[in-house]
């Protein structure tokens, strides 16, 4: 049951952070539900990695986990805007 709330957390999460980064990015429902979820796991691993998380067990909350999607959005962006231009 704690997966299944993963999921649904990182599907309102994901589409939180293409609410707030407008723009052109990956597709579907379920490509927002992993944006949603590896943020939440990006905000998490800077949280304790910044001292912000001291036990093991906490958690990023809902405002770090989209600030986390919206890098790893930022992140997508970078690196697939590059890939279409060529070099004359």
């Known amino acids: 049951m704690n997966f299944l709330w ?3 957390i990182g599907l ?3 589409a939180i952070a ?3 980064m407008p723009g052109k990015d990956p597709g579907g429902f379920i490509i927002t539900m ?8 990006l905000a998490g691993f800077l ?3 910044l001292g912000w998380y001291q036990n093991a067990g ?5 405002i770090a986990s989209i600030i986390g999607a ?6 997508y962006r ?3 805007g590059r890939r279409g231009t060529t070099v004359p």
Not at 58 to 62: A, C, R, V
């Open 58 to 62: 906490e958690g990023p909350g809902i």
């Open 78 to 80: 970078l690196f697939v």
């Open 12 to 14: 309102v999460v994901g």
């Open 34 to 41: 992993i944006i949603g979820v590896v943020g939440a796991l």
């Open 18 to 20: 293409k609410l707030l």
């Open 6 to 8: 993963t999921l649904i």
């Open 70 to 75: 919206m890098i790893l959005l930022l992140l």
């Open 47 to 49: 949280g304790r990695a």
